[in-house]
């Protein structure tokens, strides 16, 4: 918490700045959706790791854009970003040390399958520090614009949520069951402790803006990709994470007299 007070203290007091030098500066807002998943991070692939597909969430940031020239600018941008990914069906879950007798003489395995559901819901305030190129269509108000860069990660939220029932089977294909009927998988886990707060990655977009006289709204997609390993431990192995972006947003000149 404390570093998450600290990096929107900084950005706050970066964008005041901003407003006192009021010169080849733009502010903005955008949001939009997130569509994050969840990789397998190298060798560190098991069956908890693996198998995620694609989860919906929100997306927001607040921007300052600094023009060096008509073609470049760099965008400094404070953002909330929803990360994670989710397995729906058949999957693996460690073994509960209660099941372990039902297998003696015999070791119990690592892994039980069962068909339920599971969503890894990961929320990151991330700095990214973006070199923006732009091109205006001559007279039309359209311009074109890409824009990449690196950017710091700040774990806010981590929840694991589990739902449905069904009954345990001991092989990945559901065909051999264990006595015992069907298990509820409803729950709710708090997973911070287990992940590492910081992550670096890149981020990138690219956009159509139209021009107003002093403002411009734009609509552009991208995504981002964090290069850090999010667990702590290998016991689940080790996942990278990642999303795929699309926001509109609205920006105004401090200097009355900027324009594109």
């Given at each position: 918490?404390?570093?998450?007070?600290?990096?929107?203290?900084?950005?706050?007091?970066?964008?005041?700045?901003?407003?006192?030098?009021?010169?080849?500066?733009?502010?903005?807002?955008?949001?939009?959706?997130?569509?994050?998943?969840?990789?397998?991070?190298?060798?560190?692939?098991?069956?908890?790791?693996?198998?995620?597909?694609?989860?919906?969430?929100?997306?927001?940031?607040?921007?300052?854009?600094?023009?060096?020239?008509?073609?470049?600018?760099?965008?400094?941008?404070?953002?909330?970003?929803?990360?994670?990914?989710?397995?729906?069906?058949?999957?693996?879950?460690?073994?509960?040390?209660?099941?372990?007798?039902?297998?003696?003489?015999?070791?119990?395995?690592?892994?039980?399958?069962?068909?339920?559901?599971?969503?890894?819901?990961?929320?990151?305030?991330?700095?990214?520090?973006?070199a923006k190129v732009g091109w205006?269509?001559?007279?039309?108000?359209?311009?074109?614009?890409?824009?990449?860069?690196?950017?710091?990660?700040?774990?806010?939220?981590?929840?694991?949520?589990?739902?449905?029932?069904?009954?345990?089977?001991?092989?990945?294909?559901?065909?051999?069951?264990?006595?015992?009927?069907?298990?509820?998988?409803?729950?709710?886990?708090?997973?911070?402790?287990?992940?590492?707060?910081?992550?670096?990655?890149?981020?990138?977009?690219?956009?159509?803006?139209?021009?107003?006289?002093?403002?411009y709204i734009f609509i552009q997609?991208?995504?981002?990709?964090?290069?850090?390993?999010?667990?702590?431990?290998?016991?689940?192995?080790?996942?990278?994470?990642?999303?795929?972006?699309?926001?509109?947003?609205?920006?105004?000149?401090?200097?009355?007299?900027?324009?594109?």
């Amino acid at each position: 918490m404390k570093k998450l007070i600290f990096y929107s203290s900084f950005f706050i007091l970066f964008l005041l700045y901003l407003n006192a030098a009021a010169q080849n500066v733009a502010l903005g807002i955008q949001g939009g959706i997130s569509i994050p998943n969840l990789s397998a991070g190298g060798s560190n692939q098991n069956p908890l790791n693996t198998g995620y597909s694609s989860r919906f969430g929100p997306d927001a940031g607040i921007y300052a854009e600094l023009k060096i020239s008509g073609l470049f600018s760099i965008q400094p941008m404070l953002e909330y970003s929803s990360q994670g990914g989710k397995k729906d069906g058949l999957q693996a879950f460690p073994t509960p040390p209660q099941l372990a007798p039902l297998f003696q003489p015999n070791p119990a395995p690592t892994y039980l399958y069962a068909n339920f559901n599971s969503t890894a819901e990961l929320n990151y305030l991330m700095l990214p520090i973006l070199a923006k190129v732009g091109w205006n269509f001559e007279s039309s108000p359209l311009r074109f614009f890409v824009d990449a860069g690196p950017f710091l990660g700040y774990l806010v939220y981590a929840k694991q949520i589990t739902s449905g029932s069904s009954q345990y089977y001991t092989d990945p294909g559901g065909t051999m069951p264990l006595p015992g009927g069907a298990h509820s998988f409803d729950n709710t886990q708090d997973i911070k402790d287990q992940l590492h707060t910081a992550n670096v990655g890149i981020e990138g977009n690219v956009g159509l803006a139209y021009k107003f006289s002093k403002s411009y709204i734009f609509i552009q997609g991208g995504g981002n990709y964090g290069f850090l390993n999010i667990q702590k431990g290998t016991a689940n192995g080790k996942n990278n994470t990642g999303a795929a972006t699309a926001s509109f947003g609205y920006s105004f000149w401090l200097d009355k007299q900027m324009k594109f």
